[in-house]
């Protein structure tokens, strides 16, 4: 696993908390529905992380059973990520960092944000506008204006999505469906590729441009 707080590669080896509590679901047994929490401490930054577990179990002669179990990640509140510098305009940057958010308790939510804002990014930045987000990723990738690792990645989107066997992804982008193991990431990591191509880079370049300009001003010579 990642560390929540680092992102430095790291082993689950969580300690589990004593059950703390039992919830009661329409029609069933409150002694099936249990909760409890589970904790580490993350070796490379020292960071607390916390999980709340939730176990549904069963009966049988020789005991309880585990049916089903799900957790979210309830410390730190959002996954970490690199922080958006300014030069991302809000339109989109509102949308990620929602979708950063969320991410821990609905990775469904994060990734129908994540979505919405690769769509938007698509139609404003690139100017295309199809039927679908489907089709409109295979042209910006047609159109052969990213870098070779962006296309790849952007195709991927549509492999891990699963795009043919959920089209609501691409004509409903903003819509909350079920989504693949790692699709929420992945999508994130897409939209941090397109943002530094998009808008970072090309800040920078200015930038070195503006210094460049100025030295050659007080030189006496010709801007470029």
């Not at 909760?35 to 005991?63: D, M």
């Not at 994540?114 to 990738?141: F, G, K, P």
């Not at 530094?196 to 030295?215: G, L, S, T, W």
Request: hydrophobic share 40%.
């Amino acid at each position: 696993m990642t560390c929540p707080h680092c992102l430095v590669a790291i082993h689950r080896n969580s300690t589990s908390t004593n059950f703390f509590s039992a919830d009661v679901e329409e029609g069933g047994d409150r002694y099936r529905y249990r909760w409890n929490a589970e904790h580490q401490t993350c070796p490379a930054c020292s960071r607390l992380i916390v999980w709340l577990v939730y176990l549904k179990l069963g009966f049988q002669s020789s005991g309880l059973y585990e049916i089903d179990k799900k957790e979210m990640i309830v410390i730190p509140k959002a996954a970490a990520r690199k922080p958006l510098p300014p030069e991302i305009p809000q339109q989109y940057s509102d949308d990620y960092k929602e979708a950063c958010l969320v991410l821990g308790d609905s990775p469904k939510a994060s990734a129908a944000l994540s979505r919405r804002c690769l769509q938007n990014l698509i139609h404003d930045v690139s100017n295309i506008r199809l039927r679908n987000l489907n089709d409109e990723i295979e042209a910006l990738i047609t159109k052969g204006a990213l870098p070779s690792f962006i296309n790849e990645q952007l195709h991927a989107v549509r492999v891990i999505g699963n795009f043919a066997a959920h089209p609501l992804k691409s004509t409903s982008s903003g819509e909350i469906i079920d989504v693949e193991p790692g699709e929420a990431e992945w999508t994130l990591d897409v939209l941090d590729s397109l943002f530094d191509f998009y808008f970072i880079q090309p800040a920078v370049a200015q930038k070195r441009k503006e210094q460049i300009n100025q030295k050659l001003s007080s030189a006496g010579k010709p801007t470029i």
